[in-house]
């Protein structure tokens, strides 16, 4: 009987495998091989969690990693092109939620989404999990998300229990002028940033992702540091100088007299992504630019 | 003198003829029985709306979201850059107010310049394009990042006045091209069809932008007085003192250019001149306003016809009455702007729009 | 007063007088008589120095009209269009004392002396009751007299003008075109008085047969630019003449009781047209 025995084990033996073999490839099977991604913070997370080869069109706005190079552009939140959309056959298009008449188009067309917003900065994480589980990568997504959170919590405790300077985020406003300008408000990613990396926001009692702030707002709010942040990478440095000259108008602000006016560029600061614990370090590096932060 | 009995009729010559109509309202600055004094009038036209902007002046500074006292605004024992009530008073609010007063002013009398000279009440100062080549600059600067900064100047207003005044030469020679002088007609056909044409091309520009310079574009349109300081009011204000002394030259002229441009000739008015002046001190006025505050819409029509209301068509006290009402008006709406959503703002633009809006329904409906 | 010396005028390469000349006498009553498109109101704008001569030349008392000031112009000769417009509302009284512009310098403000004339001019036409009425509310024949007002304002001297009072001229275009039967006499018997009393010499242009018969003296027949003849109206407007100029069949008889011409027409002649005649 113990020749029995065997067989029934090498039989189990066999079924286990077949089954997981079946199961894996069934697993292959269901990760969508042809992705699309209007919506750039999404395309950075695909790429960085290994799900860029399946990646076949991206957004008009997206321009990182440089990996997407050639890929057809599909447009983005205002002007998603259906046509151009669909002429690449996807099997999964990620969109924002809002994007009420895209979302019935594809549906009816019968092709699998993914709907996404923006977030405070713990939604980070979780998209890139949720991502990684769709894409068929939830390894490769939850190292890099284990790696976004303990990037964010070694620099939680870097500035920890220092002070935390009163800070402006100027995220647009005129050429050479300080008019219609806008800054992060007390609620959005960009605020939670400016929070993490160890800075309390002038303009926190505002629940609004971006505020236009006029003279009066910044004069009574006597920010001790102002960083402007910019996405477009081709100023000059004599260009920023410039622009910096135009906070002379405001001699009063601690800023201004401390010579505390900062100028970023890179997209990395307005990405809700993979680049994120980078661009917080930025920020804190600016803030706080004796802490032990991890330099990238 | 009366109320407007006469619908609006734009190009229609045929006016409606009522056989022993009854006798018209009064109006409230009324002419005295059998005297016939046009300095009286000015002088109680201008005591009164001029007192009124004068009055708008002195507390649009005061009034805001931070609390200040004047006391501690003229503290001179404070270090200015230390007094915080003072930087708010001089570098925010006077500079807004004044910059009230200057483009409440320029867009009321241009209005009335316009409607004049085209002989249309429903003209406003944006009717003939110059607002829409004002828009266009502003944008390409702002999406396109072009360099346009001269002299310490930053780069949206000087682009905006160039716009406004490329706009004005366009309308302005399509309109002389026969060399039979100026006509009305064609002015008002080029500024309508132009206006048209730069809307067109200020949407593809704003499709073709990006999300932040969308925004700012679209806030730029909805006007903003907060200047900021007095440079942006120093750099306007040439352009406005030439366009303010010419129209000192218009008045009576265009009185008379309210009887037809025949009957104004017989009577010895200098037809292409008035219409030359009218048009080009109007752009002027109307372009500098908007490159100091970005378009803001409703003073130009709603000033010229409350002031013709109140004290009638003569244009000698038309334009100085509505020179200060618009002033007035227009700085009490910057206030309300900054006082409905303490601390945020309401973009002026509205603040004019809504009520502008009901009472000029109000006013046509009045009419009938 | 008035010479009309082979004046032609053309509007953009088309030909609208040709070769047009006569004369106007001071105090003269003279009537051009036309049918649409004759080219009567140009010649009335030409004549007012509203238009310049294409060729030809237009003389006020020997000086050519183009070398007369537009305010000079003004003080002696006024225009009455068909129809005024108004954009805007304005009082009789502010519409009259309008015609007081070429007396005024760049910033003087009307002063009691204009506000007299304006107020007699007024009365002139009947209109002084009207005073402080909207323009707009009147009906077309109190606004056609109130309008006539403004005009003779332009004639009224001030106390500092100096030398004789200069001949002056009244132009008015189809005048009775919007006004019914009463109207018309009204307007026919201000401009007799007009013409008697103050010596102002009379032009106007009207397709109104019989209302320029009942005032002009004088007349100018005027077709497709040319002039057809002219002279004393009662050599100039004969059933031929008529005939020539509409085509049209008519009586031409002196109406004792009337003490006047009138015409009556009869019947459309036949137009000969490219395509052979046409009954």
Sequence with gaps: MATGATTMTRLRGLVVIVAWLVFVADLQAQAPQRIVSIIPAVTEILFAIGAGPQVVGVGSYDNYPPEIGDLPRVGGLIDPDVEAILALRPNLVVLYITQVDLTTQLTRAGIPLFEYSHGTLADIPTTIRRLGNRTGHAAEADKVALDIEDGLVGIAEAVSRRHRPRTLLVIAREPYSLRNLFASGGSGFQHDMLELAGAKNVLDGTMRRAVQVTTEMILQAAPDVIIEVRTVERLSPAEIEKEMEVWNALPSLPAVQNQNVIFLTGSDLVIPGPRIVQAITRFALVLHPDAPLPTQ | MATMNNEPTGFTKRP????????TKAPLVPSADRRWSLRRRLTVALGGFGGLAIITLIVAPLVGPTPITLARVFDTSVPFTENVDAQI?????????????????????????????????????????????ASLGAMLVITLGLPVAMVGIPAVPIASLLGSLGAASVVYTMATLRHRGLSTTVLLLAGVTLNSFFSAIIMFVQYSSDFAQTFQTVRWLMGNLDVGGFQPILAALPLLGIAFVMFGTLPRALNLLTLGS??????????????????????????????????????????????RLVVGADHR???????????????????????????????????????????????????? | MLQVANVSFAYEKHLVLSDVSFDLAPG?????LGPNGSGKTTLLRLLGGLLRPSAGQILLDGRDLGSITKAGLAKRMAMVPQETYLAFDYSVLEVALMGRYPHLRTFEVEGPEDVEVARAALAETGTANLEQRSFMTLSGGEKQRVVIASALAQFGRRATDTGRRPVEALLLDEP??????????????????????????????????????????QVVLLRQGCILAA???????????????????????????AGHLTIVPLARRAIDTPYGHNE
């Excluded at chain 2, 609010?93 to 249309?120: C, D, E, K, T, Y």
């Excluded at chain 2, 009577?267 to 803001?296: C, E, K, M, N």
């Excluded at chain 2, 603040?351 to 409906?365: D, E, K, R, S």
């Design chain 2, 16 to 23: 409606s003829r009522r056989l022993s109509a009854s006798a």
């Design chain 2, 89 to 133: 008073f001089f570098i925010a609010r006077l500079p807004r107010a004044l910059a009230g007063i200057l483009v409440g002013a320029s867009l009321a009398v241009a209005g009335v310049v316009f409607q004049a000279l085209l002989r249309n009440p429903l003209a406003t100062p944006f009717t003939l394009g110059v607002s829409a080549g």
């Design chain 2, 262 to 307: 025949d009957s104004a000739a017989a009577r010895g008015v200098d037809i292409l001149r008035v219409q030359r002046v009218a048009f080009l001190s109007a752009s002027l006025a109307t372009g500098a306003a908007v490159s100091l505050s970005g378009p803001i819409g409703f003073i130009g029509i709603v000033i010229p016809h409350l002031i």
């Design chain 2, 317 to 368: 006290i038309v334009m100085p009455a509505s020179a200060c009402l618009g002033a007035a008006f227009l700085v009490a709406c910057d206030v309300a702007a900054r006082s409905v959503m303490a601390p945020l703002e309401l973009p002026v633009g509205v603040i004019t729009a809504l009520t502008g809006g009901p009472f000029f329904l109000w006013l046509l409906v009045r009419q009938r």
């Design chain 3, 28 to 32: 003269g009553l003279l009537g051009i």
């Design chain 3, 176 to 217: 009775t075109a919007s006004l019914d039967l009463g109207y018309q006499l009204d307007i026919a018997s201000t401009i007799r008085r007009l013409n008697n009393d103050r010596s102002t010499a009379i032009v106007i242009s009207t397709h109104d047969l019989n209302f320029a018969a009942s005032v002009c003296e």
């Design chain 3, 231 to 257: 002279g004393p109206i009662h050599e100039i407007l004969r059933p031929d003449t008529v005939k020539d100029l509409y085509n049209v069949d008519a009586v031409v008889e002196h109406h004792a009781k």
